[in-house]
């Protein structure tokens, strides 16, 4: 199975990028993972935050296939535990779907085109973080469900 990790923006903050290298750089021994980073919008500061996403959704929309299981990350989804989670990821994989797509949209979230297209939502945590912040969270938790199905010493439980 491949994961897709898109994400609306780049990184600003440097130690946040470094951690995301940092585990993403782990993954490739636990999954096949891509990673695409949409150009943040350029937009009037007079648009509105519905304008905005409609924008975003056009640019996810089109990185997605009509195969793919696309999954949100979104603070109204499934809560997990990390163990939870490495039994959800492997139940996807054991599934034969071939394409597992997590998205991280924008400040404002999704529009509605988004959450009609998705199969599933999933999320982090009951805090609020930025946008950022949850992409270096997200590609540790993957990394994370990798050690825990495999059973090595990474996760302490």
């Known amino acids: 199975m491949n994961v897709k990790l898109i994400t609306m923006g780049k990184t600003s903050a440097s130690y946040l990028r470094e951690g995301e290298v940092e585990y993403q750089s782990r993954l490739k021994h636990y999954m096949k993972f891509e990673r695409i980073d949409l150009n943040d919008l350029k937009v009037s500061q007079k648009a509105s935050s519905n304008e905005v996403k409609k924008k975003e959704a056009i640019l996810i929309l089109k990185q997605i296939k009509p195969t793919d299981q ?30 597992l797509v997590f998205i991280i949209g924008g400040a404002f979230g999704f529009d509605n085109s988004v959450y009609e297209r998705a199969n599933e939502q999933v999320r982090l ?27 090595e010493k990474y996760h302490h439980q």
């Open 70 to 99: 696309v999954v949100l990350l979104d603070e109204n989804g499934q809560d997990f535990s990390s163990i939870e989670f490495s039994k959800w990821f492997e139940k996807k994989s054991l599934s034969g779907i071939k394409s």
């Open 125 to 151: 945590s009951s805090l609020t973080f930025s946008h950022q912040m949850v992409r270096l969270f997200f590609v540790e938790q993957l990394y994370r469900s990798g050690t825990i199905l495999k059973r």
